[in-house]
C-alpha cells in the first residue's frame, strides 16, 4: 500500500514538472515572440525614418524657406526678424541654421569622421581624443578648391538628411490646426544650391548686401582684418546663388533677392514686403492658404 502512494507522489511530481516547463516555455516564446515584434517595429521605424529624411515626405504640410548669401549679408538677421515678428511672419515654427548642423555632424556622426579621415589622412584626426580636428582640416581645404569639393561632397548629403530629419521631427511634433497659414520651417545656409538643397525647398531667398557693407559688418561684428574678409567674399563669388543671383531669379532657383544695405527696421519692411508677394514662393507654395 504504501509502495502504490510512493508511486503516485512520483507520478503527481513528474506531471508537475513537465506543466511547470511547459508555462515557463510558453511564457519564454511568448517574451520571445514580444521582444521579436518590437525588433521588427523598431526596423521600420528606422526605415520610415529613412525614408522621411531623403525626400520632402512627412514634410508636405511645411513650407520650408532656404535663406541663402554671402558672408556678411545678414543671413542671420534674417531668420532672427522671421522668427520673432509672428505679427509679420506668422507660423514660422522652427529655424535651422545649417552651420549647427555641420558642427553636430562633424562631432558625433562616425561614418563622416571615417569618411574625412580617409579621404584627407590621419592628421585631421586628434591624437588626444580621436575626434575631427577642424583646425587641421581647414588648412587643407580653405587653400585647395579640390579638397575643399571632396570635403563637400562627403559632408552635405549627409547635412541635407539631417536637416530633412529636423523638419520631419517638427512636422509631427508640431500641433498646428490653423485653416489659414501652413507652418514654415526656415533653413539659413550659406551656400545652398551647390549643396543641392534647393530642390526641397518652396522658397529660396537669397540676401544681398553690398561688397563694402559685408566688410564693415565683418570687421565690426566679428573682428576680421580686411585681407581676411575680401578674401572670404572672393572666395564665395564662385557660389550659385551667391556670384550670380540675377541668373538664379531668372531660371526659377532663386525666388526672390532681399537688399539689406541699410538698417534693421527697413530690412524688416523688405522681408515682409517679399513674405507677403506669391511669386516670393514656388507656385502654390505661399503658406498663405486662403
Avoid at 104 to 113: Q, R
Amino acid at each position: 500500500m504504501k509502495e502504490k502512494i510512493r508511486n503516485v507522489s512520483w507520478r503527481l511530481i513528474i506531471v508537475s514538472i513537465l506543466m511547470f516547463s511547459k508555462i515557463v516555455k510558453s511564457a519564454f516564446c511568448s517574451s520571445e515572440k514580444r521582444a521579436l515584434l518590437t525588433s521588427r517595429r523598431a526596423f521600420v521605424s528606422f526605415e520610415k525614418e529613412k525614408m522621411w529624411c531623403t525626400e520632402r515626405n512627412g514634410t508636405e504640410d511645411l513650407r520650408l524657406l532656404g535663406i541663402c548669401g554671402g558672408i556678411g549679408s545678414g543671413k542671420s538677421a534674417a531668420c532672427s526678424i522671421l522668427s520673432s515678428n509672428p505679427q509679420l511672419f506668422p507660423n514660422v515654427v522652427r529655424c535651422i541654421d545649417s552651420d549647427k548642423v555641420a558642427h553636430d555632424i562633424y562631432s558625433s556622426n562616425k561614418e563622416v569622421i571615417n569618411e574625412i579621415q580617409e579621404a584627407f589622412g590621419n592628421d585631421v584626426i586628434s591624437c588626444e581624443n580621436g575626434e575631427l580636428d577642424r583646425g587641421e582640416l581647414g588648412k587643407i581645404v580653405f587653400h585647395d578648391i579640390h579638397s575643399m569639393n571632396t570635403l563637400e561632397g562627403i559632408v552635405w548629403p549627409h547635412m541635407k538628411n539631417k536637416i530633412l530629419n529636423l523638419c520631419c521631427k517638427t512636422e509631427r511634433s508640431t500641433s498646428f490646426d490653423s485653416n489659414v497659414h501652413a507652418p514654415v520651417v526656415v533653413i539659413e545656409a550659406a551656400v545652398m544650391i551647390d549643396a543641392g538643397w534647393h530642390d526641397i525647398l518652396d522658397g529660396l531667398w537669397v540676401i544681398e548686401s553690398s561688397e563694402s557693407t559685408q566688410q564693415q559688418r565683418l570687421n565690426e561684428h566679428r573682428g576680421l582684418v580686411i585681407q581676411d574678409v575680401i578674401q572670404r567674399i572672393t572666395s564665395q563669388r564662385m557660389r550659385r546663388g551667391i556670384g550670380n543671383p540675377d541668373e538664379e531669379l531668372q531660371n526659377g532657383v532663386v525666388t526672390a533677392i532681399i537688399e539689406n544695405n541699410g538698417s534693421i527696421e527697413l530690412f524688416k519692411q523688405f522681408l515682409a514686403k517679399t513674405w507677403e508677394d506669391p511669386s516670393s514662393w514656388k507656385q502654390s507654395k505661399h503658406p498663405k492658404l486662403q
